[in-house]
């Protein structure tokens, strides 16, 4: 399942929902992204995630689909923020369930590092020198593609 | 044709979505992208280095080399940077 939301959601709550009524799922993994303090050397006040309504919620379906093909998934969920947060806030959660661990903490690993490359948002980060687009980290695109190649 | 901007190309050029008729001579993205550079300066100095943009059109990552149509939704913004 995709959510693209302003608001918070509970993660205690979403990982219940998830098994919820499905005795054969024997165990859950989940990612949960954060607002850092920190950007470089430069303290972050605050940072605003811009997406595009409709292709947004298009990846993030083609990427949940994506790896319920690799892996046997029961369950998935994948909760991403946009709007204003602050350091310490939960941006996003990616959560999958499957009988055995080894499907569902490699499909989550998958979930977050494609989410990355390919899912459209954009970070702008309020620092005392103003306000700075946050620029595509390389290492992300290398994590990506060593899932392509696998 | 109607093109949406996001993140930093938005704010350079000005506007997060605009109504295009494409002229003739334009049958792909490579063919938009330059001839959208020539619509001012805020769009020479957003398209000015094509590594740091991607484009969607009709919600699908495409390359330089993709037809576009006057009924396509195109998307111009930078390299994501979500999660």
Redesign the interface.
Known sequence: MIRVQREDFDVGTELEKLAKGNPRIGGIASFI?LVRDMGGADRIDALT????P??TE??LAEIEAEANRRWPLDASLII?RHGRLEPGDR??LVATASPHREAALAACHFL?DW??????????EETPQGER????RSQDDEATRRWKQG | MRI?Y???LRAKIGTAEEELELPSQVHDVNGLLQWLKSRGPGYAEALKNLKTVRV?VN?D?VGPEHEVHDSDEV?I???????
């Open positions: 992204g995630l811009e997406h595009y409709g292709m298009k990846k991403h941006i996003v977050i989410l990355k490359t390919d899912a459209p948002f954009w970070k702008s687009w946050v620029a595509a | 949406l996001f993140a930093w969607a919600q990552y998307a913004f930078p390299p994501v940077t979500g999660g």
